[in-house]
């Protein structure tokens, strides 16, 4: 029983109009988010099955960024939040590539000209 | 536990005592809320500082679990062959329903959310139970797999076992055979497999925990009062497992399945 007892200094309409800046995001919307997200894993499944040579990595991954994007900018609200919130998502994901990036080119440049 | 529930429902149509309506004005940004922080200028920005917070915490999630990609990555690229068989012995049927499981977990998570900020009790409790059941799901759905994996002699270590993939044919398995030197190395593949997973099923199992917690907490009303910070960074941790699964699935499952 750790619920806070404390009364309230004001009603249900007041708190909603000093809270008006953070977005409550309708179930309308989670709705067709994950209606999008169960279509694109079947999307994946079947595109694994198709001979695209190369591509098929490339298909699924993008596939994958996309569903990424869908649960980060709405089951997770990025699309409503302050731009500390989105910058800071958008820093950690350009930090991660710029490693990925820079470890690959060492791998590739490493023995360049010896073979 | 029934009136303790009744009580906290009931507490906001109490009568407000005169002072404090008094001291409440819609211009002031110094409104204090019971869960309000006196270090914090106003509930926004405590709400800010604490998503803030975990956004970082999740930024470090992502460096842990990007190693592991990157050496998947790496890895596929240098053992190719071994790397392309070891992946089909995984069930996409599996793979694919889990991954169904995560998202409608990761939906009723995200409803969860929604009941906690419109103050719904009883909705709260039951989406937190859902999010719950379908998280257990995927991880009763896994030990099957690693049961599989168990039989097969494909957990590395002293008995793995390489004779699936140097002698499909003898194992009623349609691929063409490895050579002795390339199928060691699907031992690194299932090395990968199920560091990732393990790893991904290690941070489920953390969740459901805390999610044990919070339905218990949420069946006395702590998050329907307004403060519903702790169920939305909670659910941020949620979705953030979520979509490393939606990266596992198609690079462990799916990318080698057309050769």
Redesign the interface.
């Known amino acids: 029983m750790s619920a806070p007892n404390v009364p309230h200094d004001k009603d249900y309409e007041s708190i909603e109009e000093h809270e008006h800046h953070h977005h409550i995001v309708s179930p309308m919307v989670y709705l067709t988010i994950v209606g999008i997200l169960l279509v694109m894993t079947g999307l994946t499944v079947a595109a694994s099955y198709v001979e695209m040579g190369m591509f098929n990595p490339i298909v699924a991954l993008a596939i994958a960024a996309f569903k990424m994007i869908l649960v980060v900018l709405f089951f997770m609200h990025v699309k409503y939040s302050t731009k500390l919130t989105k910058l800071t998502v958008g820093a950690g994901l350009f930090t991660f590539l710029v490693l990925v990036g820079m470890t690959l080119s060492d791998y590739w440049t490493r023995a360049w000209g010896r073979w | 536990m029934d009136n303790?529930i009744a009580?906290?429902q009931a507490?906001?149509n109490?009568p407000?005592?005169p002072h404090?309506?008094a001291?409440?004005d819609?211009h002031d940004p110094h409104?204090?809320?019971?869960?309000h922080r006196h270090h914090f200028e106003t509930?926004?920005q405590q709400?800010?500082a604490g998503?803030?917070g975990m956004?970082?915490f999740?930024?470090t999630e992502?460096?842990f679990f990007?190693g592991l990609f990157?050496a998947y990555?790496?890895y596929r690229n240098w053992y190719y062959p071994a790397f392309a068989v070891a992946s089909v012995q995984l069930s996409?049927p599996l793979g694919?329903f889990n991954?169904?499981m995560l998202?409608?977990s990761?939906?009723f998570?995200?409803?969860g959310v929604?009941a906690a900020?419109?103050?719904k009790r009883e909705l709260l409790v039951w989406m937190l139970v859902l999010t719950t059941f379908f998280g257990c799901v995927f991880l009763g759905v896994k030990v099957v797999e690693y049961k599989e994996k168990w039989e097969h002699h494909h957990i590395p270590g002293p008995s793995f076992s390489v004779a699936e993939f140097v002698n499909p044919a003898a194992y009623g398995i349609d691929e063409k055979p490895l050579a002795p030197d390339m199928a060691t190395h699907t031992q690194i593949f299932f090395f990968l497999y199920f560091a990732m997973t393990g790893m991904h099923a290690l941070h489920m199992i953390i969740g459901i925990a805390i999610l044990g917690v919070m339905i218990f907490?949420a069946r006395?009303?702590?998050y329907t009062?307004?403060?519903v910070t702790f169920v939305?960074n909670f659910?941020?941790y949620w979705?953030?497992v979520?979509?490393i699964w939606?990266?596992l699935?198609?690079?462990l499952?799916?990318?080698s399945?057309?050769q």
Request: charged share 15%; net charge negative.
């Open positions: 303790a009580s906290t507490l906001p109490q407000l005592m404090e309506s001291v409440h819609e409104v204090v809320l019971p869960q509930e926004e709400r800010e998503s803030f956004w970082l999740l930024l992502i460096m990007g990157f990555l790496l996409v694919a991954t169904v998202i409608s990761g939906f998570m995200a409803l929604w900020e419109v103050r907490r006395a009303g702590a009062t307004g403060h939305e659910g941020l979705h953030f979520d979509i939606i990266y699935f198609p690079l499952y799916l990318i399945r057309h």
